[in-house]
C-alpha cells in the first residue's frame, strides 16, 4: 500500500475527548498511514544517512490518563528504539504536521551536539531555510522560526543542551493543516525527503 496523505479527520483525532477513545480514533485513523510512511522513507533515509534507518510509530503505551497531543513516526540507526539516538520525525499536532530532525533527552549525543551548533551556527544560519523552526521542547507546539535565530539563540541553545539534563532540541519544517500538500501522497513524500536532505547535515553533527 502507498502512502496516501494525510487528510483532516486525521488532525481532528487530538480533538476526541478521553485517552481511550481518542486513541482508538489514533490507532484506527493514523498510525496505519505513520506505519506506511515509515516503511516508505526509510530506504531513503537508509542511503541518505550512509547506514540502515529503521521506522519507530509512537504507540503512547506509558499514557494512563492524558490522551495524547502528538503522534509521529521516527527514523533512527537502531531497531530497538530511537529516543537514546538522533533521529528523523515526521508526526502531527490538531494544528499541524511536523518533519523535523531531533535529539531529545535521553541522548547522550546532545553533549556533542550541542558543541558541533556552537562551532558552526554561522554555517547553520546560513544554510538551513528561513522557513524552517526550532524547538527545545517536543511536547509543546510552539517554536522559533529559523530566520529569527541570531547568533546569541544558537550559543544559548548548545548551552542549555550541554548543562541540562532535560532539554532536547529540534528544528525542521511545519506544514500547517489544511495545506494542499497534505492530501497528496506521492508530493507529501518528496516534500518529506527534500526537508531531510536539509536537515543532515545537522544529523551529522550529532555524531
Same mark, same amino acid.
Given at each position: 500500500?502507498?502512502?496516501?496523505? %494525510?487528510?483532516?479527520?486525521?488532525? #481532528?483525532? %487530538?480533538?476526541v ?15 496505519? /498511514? ?9 530506504p ?13 510509530v509512537?504507540?503512547?503505551?506509558r ?28 508526526g502531527? *499536532? ?18 556533542? %551536539?550541542?558543541?558541533?551548533?556552537? /562551532?558552526?551556527?554561522? /554555517? ?12 527545545? #521542547?517536543?511536547?509543546?507546539?510552539? *517554536? ?8 546569541? #539563540? *544558537? ?42 536532505? /536539509? ?9
Amino acid at each position: 500500500m502507498s502512502f496516501e496523505g %494525510f487528510h483532516s479527520q486525521d488532525f #481532528d483525532v %487530538f480533538t476526541v475527548p478521553g485517552l481511550e477513545p481518542r486513541m482508538e480514533a489514533l490507532i484506527a485513523n493514523v498510525r496505519p /498511514k505513520l506505519e506506511t510512511l515509515g516503511g516508505e522513507i526509510a530506504p531513503f533515509l537508509s542511503a541518505l544517512c550512509g547506514e540502515e534507518m529503521f521506522p519507530h510509530v509512537a504507540k503512547h503505551a506509558r499514557r494512563t490518563i492524558n490522551p495524547p497531543n502528538d503522534t509521529w513516526v521516527a527514523w533512527a540507526a537502531s531497531k530497538r528504539g530511537y529516543k537514546a539516538l538522533p533521529h528523523f520525525q515526521v508526526g502531527m *499536532f490538531e494544528s499541524h504536521l511536523f518533519v523535523i530532525f531531533a535529539v531529545i533527552y535521553e541522548s547522550s549525543n546532545k553533549a556533542v %551536539f550541542a558543541k558541533h551548533l556552537e /562551532k558552526n551556527r554561522s /554555517k547553520v544560519k546560513k544554510t538551513l531555510p528561513e522557513d524552517f523552526y526550532w524547538s527545545m #521542547d517536543h511536547m509543546d507546539p510552539g *517554536f522559533t522560526p529559523h530566520a529569527d535565530m541570531s547568533a546569541k #539563540d *544558537f550559543t544559548q541553545m548548545a548551552e542549555k543542551l550541554e548543562k541540562v539534563k532535560k532539554s532536547e532540541v529540534l528544528c525542521g519544517l511545519r506544514i500547517p493543516r489544511g495545506e494542499a500538500v497534505l492530501e497528496n501522497g506521492p508530493e507529501l513524500v518528496s516534500l518529506i525527503q527534500s526537508t531531510f536532505e /536539509k536537515l543532515l547535515p545537522l544529523y551529522k553533527m550529532a555524531f
